[in-house]
């Protein structure tokens, strides 16, 4: 049984959230792997996992296509389309680069 958001909880995703969407704003390709850690791991609320996965597609990185491959296969829904989405903008952008 999963344990009820506490507002404490609520704060910190929020906060992560926050900072993701910064991070793929600033576009430093320095920050893929951390937010791909982010966007696999389980045990983040959805809203951050969906955030990392459209900070991946802003910074524009080819080398996060596996991750989001693997992100675009989520059992959580939102996920699963930020994701989709992402790989669909990083590959456009790969072609039109080509």
Do not use: C
């Not at 951050?48 to 597609?57: F, G, I, P």
């Amino acid at each position: 049984e999963e344990a009820p958001l506490t507002l404490e909880a609520a704060r910190r995703w929020r906060l992560k959230m926050v900072l993701i969407e910064a991070l793929g704003s600033i576009g430093d390709r320095r920050a893929v792997s951390a937010i791909e850690t982010i966007l696999l791991r389980a045990d983040d609320f959805y809203p951050v996992t969906s955030v990392a996965a459209e900070a991946l597609a802003e910074i524009g990185d080819a080398a996060a296509i596996p991750t989001l491959l693997k992100a675009a296969d989520h059992p959580e829904h939102n996920t699963m389309i930020r994701a989709q989405r992402a790989l669909e903008k990083l590959t456009n952008d790969a072609d039109s680069d080509t």
